[in-house]
Antibody, heavy 119, light 109 residues
Framework: QVQLEQSGAEVKKPGASVRVSCRAS????????LHWIRQAPGQRLEWIGW????????KSAQAFQGWVTMTRDTSISTAYMQLNRLKSDDTAVYFC????????????WGQGTMVTVSS | EIVLTQSPGTLSLSPGERATLSCRAS???????LAWYQQKPGQAPRLLIY???SRASDVPDRFSGSGSGTDFTLTISRLEPEDFAVYYC??????????FGQGTKVEIK
């Protein structure tokens, strides 16, 4: 079935980097934009950016420009998000999500990856 | 940047009752760009409504979306036990502008 499977929880120290993976199955990986969204404890969802798995093009929210990197490996239908120079307020659950075709919503979500930043 | 404000923060209702959730945008938005999600504890959000009023796949017809301009509504006609959750609205504002409301929690009264 259509699904996105994310990598497991991470614990990082401030200043470190983290890379989260998102493996797609059940659909054509290169046919849909993949987005990254995070949710800090008790907070609203916050959009990070997107990658076009076909071309590798990426765009990120202004707040993340310069310290998030999004890549993909089409041979294994996997997208990656790397966040650098982590701070304690980057502690959050990170989701990958598939954009609904040409629609303006997210119809398939990964299960989430908890990233904890703590000294 | 458009800000989405949801109300109420918490809605306390009983199973079988009708739930009406509001999402107000700080300026007028295109209806095609407004979506609603349901999120249960420890789970990812689930798409319910896109384009303000189109139900996503496998979403029961007790969920409906409406609205235009700055005011949008998610209605659950008769609450089922599995509907108690947090609901978020979301707006597409451009290539790098996807925003969410702060959520409305629907809890059992």
């Amino acid at each position: 079935q259509v699904q996105l499977e994310q990598s497991g929880a991470e614990v990082k120290k401030p200043g470190a980097s983290v890379r989260v993976s998102c493996r797609a199955s059940g659909f054509t990986f290169t046919g849909y934009y993949l987005h990254w969204i995070r949710q800090a404890p008790g907070q609203r969802l916050e959009w990070i950016g997107w990658i076009n798995p076909d071309t590798g093009d990426t765009k990120s929210a202004q707040a993340f420009q310069g310290w998030v990197t999004m890549t993909r490996d089409t041979s294994i239908s996997t997208a990656y998000m790397q966040l650098n120079r982590l701070k304690s307020d980057d502690t959050a659950v990170y989701f990958c999500a598939r954009r609904l075709g040409t629609g303006f919503a997210f119809d398939v979500w990964g299960q989430g990856t908890m990233v904890t930043v703590s000294s | 940047e458009i800000v989405l404000t949801q109300s109420p923060g918490t809605l306390s209702l009983s199973p079988g009752e009708r739930a009406t959730l509001s999402c107000r945008a700080s300026q007028s938005v295109y209806t095609n760009y407004l979506a609603w999600y349901q999120q249960k504890p420890g789970q990812a959000p689930r798409l319910l409504i896109y384009g303000a009023s189109s139900r996503a796949s496998d979403v029961p017809d007790r969920f409906s979306g409406s609205g235009s301009g700055t005011d949008f509504t998610l209605t659950i006609s008769r609450l089922e036990p599995e509907d108690f959750a947090v609901y978020y609205c979301q707006h597409y504002g451009g290539l790098i502008r996807w925003t969410f409301g702060q959520g409305t929690k629907v809890e059992i009264k």
